[in-house]
């Protein structure tokens, strides 16, 4: 039973920082996209950022040098670190696994789990 369970956010100033967590169980697999999406009020989910089990890492331009996602060694818990957040970061804040990464990495269909999301205010 795969399991996937954020925390970490909060409210926060503009030009501030946030570290998610997204605690990963049932999930053991050699070949993994993982990834972090968020959804802001009144708007569609959209993708954040992505990291597979090679370590590839894409992000969305919004965001790029900005956040960085990465994973522990262990590989059961992935990490959204946020820094200079800006007002328009605000959303609830995703996180989600699939076994094989496919290129629409940034899309919630290509999705097979989901975390029940964990929310970030920047004022």
């Known amino acids: 039973h795969v399991q996937l369970v954020e925390s970490g956010g909060g409210s926060v100033q503009a030009g501030g920082s946030l570290r998610l967590q997204c605690r990963l169980s049932?999930?053991?697999?050699?070949?993994?996209?993982l990834a972090w999406f968020r959804q802001a009020k009144g708007k569609d989910r959209e993708g954040v950022a992505a990291?597979?089990?090679?370590?590839?890492?894409l992000y969305a331009d919004s965001v790029k040098d900005r956040f960085t996602i990465s994973q522990d060694n262990a590989k059961t818990t992935l990490y959204l670190q946020m820094n200079s957040l800006k007002p328009e970061d605000t959303a609830v804040y995703y996180c989600a696994a699939v076994i094989q990464c496919r290129p629409d990495w940034n899309e919630t269909r290509t999705y097979n789990y989901w975390g029940q999301g964990t929310q970030v205010t920047v004022s």
């Open positions: 049932g999930f053991s697999y050699s070949s993994y996209c």
């Open positions: 990291i597979d089990n090679v370590g590839n890492i």
